[in-house]
Structures are given as structure tokens and as C-alpha cells.
């Protein structure tokens, strides 16, 4: 079994931190391996905190702060064959490295990785939990809810081949957000496989405020238009969904306003535009109410009080960083 890099990205992570590096301590791979943590925080504490409670972790600095800046860093850093990236807010089964640099091998992909599945430790972060892996608030997407191994678009954290990795440029480090999923395109773009082993499960832990789940869904959506505008064929149908939808509740918005207008002139014609502009909102109130209680009740978690309203910041936050589009208007092409 060949040696394996773990790099790990961080920003002011001291809350998060020590829980992932104690589950990469205790991998039981046999080929041996090191950990680089990546650090681009404001403040000193979480290089102190490694240095103090992890002696055998390297960490590098990450002047750019990004986590793609980061992921480049400890790449530099890393010195062995086989890539393996861990979040700062994952925690790894023990046997994580085993398992995926085994289907690395067997299947001769480029990129391996499975599954991840959100845990909370609040009640806000188990509702967090429930949206994030179920089609209600993720889609289809197989790393979210699971699925049948094989070739995929994308999968989480990813254990890659050093030289793929290489060969495909890293990550891309103008962009703050999607950067895996930009890289597993490039990847599949040059011939090569990512490849979704369904028994790598990485425990993740959500968001744990309404302010920070919006703004986390708000940043996938402004980046996500930046990857689509470098790379148009790479755009999912679900992906599409949360544009419409907040398209269609604009222009609900806009009926509303239409019939309050026309209801002095014409009150039969203000009330048809009325009754218009209450589809759109209602069926989507219900939509969310229904696959929350059922989520709710088959899951047998009281949490699910909250999921129509997660769901619903997940939904409205992509949407809205999609139509802002990123900061200063990135460009379309890689820097």
C-alpha cells in the first residue's frame, strides 16, 4: 500500500479541528502516512493548538486563506504518491484510508471518495443534518444521498493520485468555494475516473446558525455560477432547480403587486392575478411541509420542526448567490 498525504484546510478552527485530526490519527492504514494542515487563520490559535495537542501534524502557512490556496500549500508540502484531503470539520472512520486507497487501486481512477453524512450536535444542526442528506435539500447528488458505486461527477473529500492531481494543475485557487467540484470536471475532462465507493461515509458537522447556513449556501451558489460560466457543460438539472424556483417566486411577487393594482379598476381581473401569484408560494409551502413531516416521521427525529424553513434557506440562499454571481465578477477564466 503506498504512503498517503492527508491535507487538511483551515481557518480559525480551533472548535472543529481536534475532533478530524484525532479521526486521521487513528487511521489503521498499513502503508503508513503523513498529515499537513493548511492554515490560513486570522488569529494564532489554531497553528497553536496543532503544534500544542498534535506534535506529529506539519502545518504550512496558507497566506491566501482559501481553502483551494490551502489544498495548493499542503499539496506543495506533501511528499507522498496519494493525496487524501480531509475538511477541518469532518471526522474519518478508521478505516477510511484503507478502504479508499484499495478502490484507488482496484479501479485505477484518479479520484475516490463516498459519502457525507452530516451529524449534529444541536438541535439546529440536526435539522441542518436532515435537509443536507435527503433529496428535499440536496438534490440527487450520490455524495449527499447515496447510491450505487461507480463513476460520478463529483464525490467527498477525495483520496486522489499524486500525479492526476499534478498533471490536471491542482485546485483552482481563484475560486473561494466549489473548487472540488471544479477539479473532479478537470479531471474527468482529461480521461480520467472519480469514482463513488458508497461504503466511505465521512461524518461531517453542519452549519450551526441560520446566518451561517445562508451564508455557506449563499457562497456555493455565487461560485457555482462562476464554475458554470468556465465550464457550461457541467450543469446538473438540479442544480437548475433553485434559480427557478426563486425566479418563479419573484415573479409570483410581481403578480401580487399587479392584482393589488388592478383590484380598484378591475377587481375580477385583480383577483385572477392574485390567485396566480398564491401558486407558486403555496406549493412550495407544501411541498416543504409534507417532505418535512415525512422526513420526519421516517427519520423519528423531533428536529424536523425546523426542516421547512433549513430547507428553505438552502434553497433561496444558492439561488440568490447564483444570481449575484461572485465578488467583483470573476472571471471566466481560470487564474
Same mark, same amino acid.
Given at each position: 500500500? =503506498?504512503?498517503?498525504?492527508?491535507?487538511?484546510?483551515?481557518?480559525?478552527?480551533?472548535?472543529?479541528?481536534?475532533?478530524?485530526?484525532?479521526?486521521?490519527?487513528? %487511521?489503521?492504514?498499513?502503508?503508513?502516512?503523513?498529515?499537513?494542515?493548511?492554515?490560513?487563520?486570522?488569529?494564532?490559535?489554531?497553528?497553536?493548538?496543532?503544534?500544542?495537542?498534535?506534535?506529529?501534524?506539519?502545518?504550512?502557512?496558507?497566506?491566501?486563506?482559501?481553502?483551494?490556496?490551502?489544498?495548493?500549500?499542503?499539496?506543495?508540502?506533501?511528499?507522498?504518491?496519494?493525496?487524501?484531503?480531509?475538511?477541518?470539520?469532518?471526522?474519518?472512520? /478508521?478505516?477510511?484510508?484503507?478502504?479508499?486507497?484499495?478502490? #484507488?487501486?482496484?479501479?485505477?481512477?484518479?479520484?475516490?471518495?463516498?459519502?457525507?453524512?452530516?451529524?449534529?450536535?444541536?438541535?439546529? /444542526?440536526?435539522?441542518?443534518?436532515?435537509?443536507?442528506?435527503?433529496?428535499?435539500?440536496?438534490?440527487?447528488?450520490?455524495?449527499?444521498?447515496?447510491?450505487? %458505486?461507480?463513476?460520478?461527477?463529483?464525490?467527498?473529500?477525495?483520496?486522489?493520485?499524486?500525479?492526476?492531481?499534478?498533471?490536471?494543475?491542482?485546485?483552482? /485557487?481563484?475560486?473561494?468555494?466549489?473548487?472540488?467540484?471544479?477539479?473532479?470536471?478537470?479531471?474527468?475532462?482529461?480521461?480520467?475516473?472519480?469514482?463513488?465507493?458508497?461504503?466511505?461515509?465521512?461524518?461531517?458537522?453542519?452549519?450551526?446558525?441560520?446566518?451561517?447556513?445562508?451564508? %455557506?449556501?449563499?457562497?456555493?451558489?455565487?461560485?457555482?455560477?462562476?464554475?458554470?460560466?468556465?465550464?457550461?457543460?457541467?450543469?446538473?438539472?438540479? %442544480?437548475?432547480?433553485?434559480? #427557478?424556483?426563486?425566479?418563479?417566486?419573484?415573479?409570483?411577487?410581481?403578480?401580487?403587486?399587479?392584482?393589488?393594482?388592478?383590484?380598484?379598476?378591475?377587481?375580477?381581473?385583480?383577483?385572477?392575478?392574485?390567485?396566480?401569484?398564491?401558486?407558486? =408560494?403555496?406549493?412550495?409551502?407544501?411541498?416543504?411541509?409534507?417532505?418535512?413531516?415525512?422526513?420526519?416521521?421516517?427519520?423519528?427525529?423531533?428536529?424536523?420542526?425546523?426542516?421547512?424553513?433549513?430547507?428553505?434557506?438552502?434553497?433561496?440562499?444558492?439561488?440568490?448567490?447564483?444570481?449575484?454571481?461572485?465578488?467583483?465578477?470573476?472571471?471566466?477564466?481560470?487564474?
Amino acid at each position: 500500500m =503506498p504512503p498517503v498525504s492527508v491535507i487538511v484546510p483551515a481557518r480559525d478552527a480551533e472548535a472543529t479541528l481536534p475532533r478530524a485530526l484525532e479521526s486521521v490519527l487513528a %487511521q489503521d492504514y498499513a502503508g503508513g502516512f503523513e498529515v499537513i494542515v493548511a492554515d490560513g487563520s486570522q488569529r494564532a490559535g489554531t497553528a497553536r493548538l496543532v503544534r500544542r495537542r498534535f506534535p506529529g501534524v506539519r502545518v504550512v502557512p496558507n497566506p491566501g486563506r482559501g481553502i483551494a490556496c490551502g489544498l495548493n500549500a499542503a499539496l506543495r508540502a506533501a511528499r507522498h504518491p496519494v493525496i487524501a484531503r480531509c475538511d477541518a470539520r469532518a471526522m474519518l472512520p /478508521e478505516w477510511y484510508l484503507t478502504r479508499a486507497v484499495a478502490t #484507488l487501486l482496484r479501479t485505477g481512477a484518479a479520484n475516490v471518495g463516498g459519502r457525507v453524512n452530516p451529524v449534529g450536535f444541536s438541535f439546529f /444542526e440536526r435539522a441542518v443534518a436532515l435537509a443536507t442528506s435527503t433529496p428535499l435539500g440536496a438534490g440527487g447528488a450520490r455524495y449527499r444521498i447515496g447510491g450505487a %458505486q461507480g463513476p460520478v461527477d463529483t464525490v467527498f473529500p477525495g483520496v486522489f493520485r499524486r500525479d492526476a492531481l499534478d498533471a490536471a494543475g491542482g485546485f483552482d /485557487e481563484s475560486l473561494l468555494r466549489n473548487e472540488d467540484y471544479e477539479l473532479n470536471w478537470r479531471l474527468r475532462a482529461r480521461g480520467a475516473t472519480v469514482w463513488f465507493d458508497p461504503a466511505l461515509v465521512v461524518d461531517y458537522r453542519p452549519r450551526g446558525s441560520f446566518r451561517a447556513l445562508a451564508r %455557506q449556501y449563499f457562497d456555493y451558489g455565487r461560485w457555482k455560477r462562476v464554475v458554470l460560466g468556465r465550464h457550461p457543460r457541467s450543469l446538473k438539472l438540479r %442544480q437548475a432547480a433553485p434559480p #427557478l424556483l426563486l425566479a418563479a417566486l419573484a415573479a409570483s411577487a410581481a403578480l401580487a403587486v399587479a392584482g393589488r393594482l388592478a383590484g380598484g379598476a378591475a377587481p375580477e381581473v385583480g383577483a385572477l392575478l392574485m390567485g396566480a401569484a398564491a401558486v407558486c =408560494p403555496a406549493g412550495y409551502g407544501l411541498l416543504l411541509t409534507g417532505a418535512s413531516a415525512a422526513i420526519g416521521l421516517r427519520r423519528r427525529c423531533a428536529a424536523a420542526v425546523l426542516l421547512p424553513v433549513v430547507a428553505a434557506t438552502i434553497h433561496l440562499a444558492w439561488a440568490a448567490g447564483f444570481f449575484a454571481g461572485a465578488p467583483g465578477g470573476a472571471g471566466l477564466k481560470r487564474r
